[in-house]
């Protein structure tokens, strides 16, 4: 009966131990690693972890920004085709929906006139009561209107994926563009510093 006990206090105490090895694990991880296994947004926060620093700067290697770069463009491309096929089939849906619509107000005329008839009619060459046609354009309808539900709920979920495709390419491309001009700003910062040293370096070796 103490059995489960001791194995209760062997997780608890296994368990911080675990944490610090997936922690040390990750905390290894290179820059080029990151760039190949990472999402866009860990892929940043890895290399500038990982890039050197002078004074209260950040100096990024250059391969590293060039395949950020193009990791970062390749997301955007994956995520444009994901919307281009989206709006494809929003496309597709909308169609279908519209000939469901006309199809519905068809089926709509044809039973107001229907209403008016005699109580014998004729429904695809078969005598049948009007109770009966009645019913069976019932049936027909409700048909039709659950399959126009349905197209109705799947151009909304489409839509929604959509707006959060858009949603998702906006702030990567935002967040790319940031990151791009603060490294920009950063290494014209350090070039001014290293210039300003150089020139330093001169005056002094003419005195």
Not at 30 to 39: F, H
């Amino acid at each position: 009966m103490k059995l489960p006990k001791y194995l209760l206090l062997l997780m608890v105490i296994l368990s911080p131990i675990s944490q610090t090895i997936q922690a040390q694990e990750e905390s290894t991880l290179t820059a080029e690693q990151a760039l190949k296994q990472s999402n866009i947004s860990e892929q940043f926060d890895v290399v500038i972890k990982k890039s050197g620093r002078y004074q209260e700067y950040k100096v990024i290697k250059q391969v590293w920004i060039n395949q950020l770069k193009a990791n970062t463009i390749d997301t955007l491309k994956t995520l444009e085709s994901k919307l281009t096929a989206t709006n494809k089939q929003i496309t597709d849906q909308k169609t279908t929906i519209t000939g469901l619509e006309e199809s519905l107000a068809k089926t709509n005329g044809d039973l107001s006139a229907v209403t008016e008839e005699k109580d014998s009619m004729s429904f695809f060459g078969i005598a049948v009561t009007k109770a009966s046609y009645n019913t069976i354009m019932l049936v027909i309808i409700g048909i039709l209107l659950g399959l126009l539900g349905f197209f109705i709920y799947r151009f909304k979920n489409s839509n929604a994926v959509t707006i959060q495709a858009k949603k998702a390419l906006a702030e990567t491309e935002e967040e790319f563009e940031d990151h791009r001009r603060r490294s920009l700003e950063r290494e014209q910062k350090v070039m001014r510093k290293l210039q300003d040293e150089i020139n330093k370096q001169r005056k002094a070796g003419t005195k």
